[in-house]
């Protein structure tokens, strides 16, 4: 009877294994079918591999960073003595800023790993983030997104990834013109910002430098700070390609350069790039709708009364 009992027992797990399995890949499946019915790869292909030096220099942790393929590829690494960073040349006033990135493997909780736009001003700032959180090996990392406009952030969404961002390089992209700012990852728009000034809501107008880094942060990257950073793990690896940059660039008189950035003689500011088209709404959708799994809009907690951009900034 124990050992008929002990089969039953081991069937329903399988059958349950199998279950989730399924649920997962058909998740998956869905996914697959309304990216391919959406057609939603419409974006020029801007990481090009053109050397680092063109366009970017190291900002810091020099002793941390290798070039492989003619300088076409560079792995920053962090261990417990430095992370590493590096940055464009030239600030810009508008573009689509490309990358691939391939995010450190192994039991990464606390490791950082960023690409992200950012103003040099002290105060008032302008960013747009993005942010991988390491995690636990076996569990999911976290894609973050933010956005700054005029120091003010805190507009954080969290995404689970539909592929292992540790096993090969993706794009991540983010367009910036005059009227929203769009967070794609391999094409497909993960989140939109839109430039809501008119009703009061910031938006990031200030010339950005790019910027990347891998760095430690275990006071609050993974399970809000509870999951430290394993430094027997180290050192931590994170690879980048594609250092082609398709944006509006500023010279020294940047304030008053910046303008030419909003022209429509820039693909970018053209005005089928002024919004997503259906078929880019609804791949989104699908992506938000399954796999983001934090939206400050959502938090009561934080917003008992959400903040004013939540409102229009989900649907165009």
């Known amino acids: ?85 590096f940055g464009s040349k030239v600030n810009y006033g508008s573009g689509f800023f490309d990358m691939r990135i391939k995010v450190p493997n192994k039991d990464s909780a606390g490791v950082v790993t960023t690409f992200y736009l950012s103003s040099n001003s002290q105060y008032a700032h302008d960013e747009v983030d993005f942010e991988f959180l ?26 689970l990834l539909w592929f292992d961002p540790t096993a090969d390089f993706h794009s991540y992209q983010i367009l910036w013109n005059p009227y929203h700012i769009v967070f794609y990852v391999d094409n497909i728009p993960i989140r939109i910002y839109k430039n809501n000034t008119a009703s009061g809501v910031g938006y990031p107008s200030q010339p950005m430098q790019i910027l990347a880094s891998l760095w430690d942060g275990d006071g609050w990257a993974t399970d809000g700070g509870k999951t430290k950073t394993d430094w027997s793990q180290a050192p931590f690896i994170a690879s980048y390609q594609g250092f082609n940059v398709d944006g509006c660039p500023l010279t020294d008189n940047q304030n008053m350069d910046i303008q030419r950035c909003q022209s429509p003689n820039y693909w970018w500011n053209q005005r089928k790039f002024w919004k997503l088209d259906s078929n880019q709404m609804k791949a989104m959708e699908a992506v938000r709708n399954k796999y983001m799994n934090y939206d400050y809009c959502s938090d009561r907690n934080r917003y008992p009364v959400p903040p004013r951009e939540c409102s229009s900034n989900t649907y165009e």
């Open 134 to 159: 390491g995690n636990k090996e076996g569990k999911p990392y976290a894609l973050q997104t933010n956005v700054f406009a005029h120091g003010v952030g805190g507009r954080e969404e969290r995404t």
């Open 1 to 85: 009877m124990l050992i008929k009992n002990l089969q039953q027992h081991s069937y329903k797990l399988q059958l349950r294994y199998i279950q989730v399995m399924y649920s997962h890949q058909q998740l998956m499946m869905d996914l697959v079918v309304v990216l391919l019915l959406c057609g939603v790869l419409l974006l020029p292909s801007t990481a090009k591999d053109v050397p680092f030096d063109d366009n970017y220099r190291i900002t810091y942790g020099n002793d941390h960073v290798a070039f492989f393929n003619q300088g076409t590829q560079l792995q920053l690494s962090m261990d417990v003595h430095s992370g590493a960073g």
